[in-house]
């Protein structure tokens, strides 16, 4: 089976949060959505329902062979390959992230928030800090990116958690948080969230403010001001989520932004970013 045949067809204006929008300067995009057509490419291989594990492995291993310079089998590592070559950026980060679509099909289950966090470490963290080396910022940053990214992925686990345990088995949330509220795995599958459940997910949700709370001065401190802009949607768009989900049954309701909530929002925080911009040294 080929990695095209595993694709689902989701581009980047399908994703729950801005990549390479038209905030971003047309100089970078290239390499940003060079590494997004990789990352959107393994992410599709490791979340195909019916594909076999064995045959996952082997197509991300085609995948990091390709992007090591080691294999010519993959036109997406080709690209990026290319790309970072090109404009002397690293390739760490597109490997990272493939440990991570490993373990998302070696690894269905998580103890505690520390785990989860280290699964964050390689999927969501490298993205971040891959732009910010496109845009040259300093690794400096690392820290607000890596917090912010934690906690857009961890928000992805909680809205999408019915989703991924009825369509891949795959349970994000901690066992061992699902077991003192008396409750399986299986009521993930459920139409509506038990009480229990909504209390385990609005508990986690405020354990993912904290890491909010930690990236809100990542937008202010970047060099680049439409990178700024970006980044200051991007933290806007998961306060805003992260608060739905302290209120919501993402099993139930709809936690998702649409459109128009993506463009007020926006429009909202226009002026304090305008203003924090004018103010910063």
């Known amino acids: 089976m080929s990695g095209e045949a595993l694709q689902s ?29 990789f990352v959107r490419f393994a992410d599709d291989i ?3 329902a019916t594909a076999a594990p064995e045959e996952k492995l082997r197509l991300l291993e085609e995948m990091r062979a390709t992007l090591a310079g080691e294999s010519q089998a993959s036109p997406e590592g080709m690209r990026l390959r290319a790309i ?14 493939l440990e991570a679509f490993r373990r998302d099909v070696t690894r269905l289950r998580y103890a505690d928030w520390d785990e989860v966090m280290d699964y964050c470490r390689y999927s969501a963290m490298p993205v971040g800090r891959f732009v910010l080396d496109v845009h040259g910022e300093s690794q400096d940053l690392w820290p607000f990116n890596d917090a912010l990214c934690a906690a857009l992925q961890m928000i992805n686990h909680l809205q999408d958690c019915g989703k991924d345990y009825r369509a891949l088995n795959r349970v994000y949330i ?30 986690l949700a405020a354990q993912n403010g904290q890491l909010l709370a930690k990236s809100r001065p990542f937008a202010r401190a ?28 993402p099993l139930s309701d709809k936690v998702h932004h649409s459109k ?10 226009l002026p304090a970013f305008v203003l924090g911009r004018m103010r910063r040294p």
């Open 9 to 37: 067809g989701k581009g980047h204006r399908d994703e729950n949060f801005p990549v390479a929008s038209v905030l971003i300067a047309p100089r970078y995009r290239a390499p940003v959505m060079a590494f997004y057509r």
């Open 46 to 48: 490791a979340d195909h």
């Open 84 to 97: 970072c070559v090109e404009r002397g950026l690293s390739i760490q980060h597109a490997l990272d992230l």
């Open 174 to 203: 901690p066992l061992p948080l699902l077991a003192a509220a008396a409750e399986g795995v299986e009521a993930l599958g459920a139409p509506q969230a038990s009480p229990a459940l909504k209390a385990v997910i609005r508990d």
């Open 222 to 249: 970047i060099r680049n001001t439409r990178l700024a802009l970006e980044v200051d949607l991007i933290q806007t768009l998961a306060e805003n989520l992260n608060a739905r989900l302290m209120r919501r049954d």
């Open 260 to 269: 128009f909530d993506v463009a007020r929002l926006f429009l909202g925080r």
